[in-house]
């Protein structure tokens, strides 16, 4: 593993910030080494330098891809951290669907969905599974679940759909693997009919929300932590932004938007909370 | 010391009675089940960690079907085949479908040990990462219960400072109206 020296920090750090928005203090280094090591050795590049310089002059920015991919991804489970599906089953959906079906006089309901870091999907494949065991008949109504995420790579698994049983076997109940996937080998593939209720798409937060439209339902877990305050910020206003008057925002269980944004009020309901629109 | 339980299946006697006496040798705990249905049963009522089973068996209980019924009861159980040269394609199916390895006939014993060790260390890695993630689940749940109770009292004192700032600034009631207001507010946190 090549070791990043203390005068490559900033640089590399400045970076990887302008790229991905993820922001990396000093006491984060071991990110740098364990992440993007081999990405460097695997272009003959022997110091974190050389990789800076290399991934700034390629024109192709596939290496710039390769790094976001890599610095970007986290773990990520089937229903990780059972609140937020709890929340989203027993309230947040039959509140969304009574509201937009009182609205929608005539025409199916339509209600959006955003997983705004879906990272490999499994975030939006689990709101899609409990949407279909919540909803008897799918078709009167027009659920629109979008997962974006910076990594390309992300995105691309994200679509396929497939993954290793040690991705699956934490946090996926038994009789909702073998109901919702189909297995293939060592892996395990979402079937069709979850697979065509969802769709993936790059998008980094950072940038402006183009095209998005206004979400009754907003999952944004876990990804802020990796900005400074001041990003956060931005994102959670432009966030609000992106949210219906009587959305739902639900964020990481131990992130908090106290300082963050005032646009928000949290509710609680058992044991999770979710933010409401001032 | 091995503590772990290993199955043999295996319908040739000579066989099973090596690699019984060998692995017991080697202090792992061992059954042998002369046939499918026999290790079916005997699945049934133990915990084995791995099965070593010969892929071709007389009976309607073959090697894969054996994979397949140590899987049905545990995930975790790892699945070894034993097969002769001549059906290696076999094994590599059987692979697909969750054979943790395969070893050819005759059996190398050399071979054998090292493939077990292999597994003992992927076990014990994958317990490691369990036991560290149950302890970061732990972790968490705490501290996303403590975030989430200041978010609230958070939420609910921003909520009294925007009532007493409102009752502050009402021009209708005089000054000394407006701050008893504000004290019965702030009095009521």
Known sequence: MIKIKPNEIKPVAQYIYEISGIFLDSNKTYLFETRLSSIAEELGCASFSELHTKAKSDRSKNIERKIVDAISTNETLFFRDKGPFELLQHKLLPEIIDARSAKATGLRPNIKIWSAASSTGQELYSIAIIIKELVPDLSRYSFQLLGTDISDNAVAQASYGKYNKFEIERGLPRAQLQKYFTPAGEFWKIKDEIRAMVNFRKLNLMSPFVGLGKFDIIFCRNVAIYFTLEDRKKLFNKIADSLADDGFLVIGSTESLTGVSPRFVPKRHLRSIFYLKK | ?189
């Open chain 2, 1 to 189: 010391m091995n503590s772990l339980t290993i199955l043999v299946v295996d319908d040739d006697p000579v066989i099973r009675r090596l690699l019984e006496q060998r692995l017991k040798k080697a202090h792992y705990s061992v059954d042998v089940a002369e046939d499918g249905y026999k290790a079916e049963k005997l699945l049934q009522q133990k915990h084995f960690d791995i099965v070593l089973t010969d892929l071709m068996m007389p009976g309607g209980i073959g090697g894969i079907e054996v994979l397949e019924i140590a899987k049905e009861i545990d995930q975790n159980i790892e699945v070894v085949l034993i097969t002769a040269h001549s059906s290696v394609d076999s094994a590599v199916e059987a692979m697909k479908k969750g054979a943790v390895d395969y070893l050819e006939k005759p059996i190398n014993f050399d071979e054998l040990f090292l493939r077990l060790e292999k597994i003992i260390n992927i076990k014990s890695l994958m317990r490691n990462a369990r036991d560290i993630h149950e302890a970061m689940d732990a972790t968490e749940n705490a501290a996303s219960e403590t975030i989430q109770n200041l978010e609230i009292m958070a939420a609910k004192l921003q909520q009294r400072l925007d009532m007493v700032e409102n009752e502050l600034r009402d021009e209708a009631v005089d000054a000394e109206s407006r701050i008893a207001r504000a004290l019965d507010i702030l009095a009521g946190l």
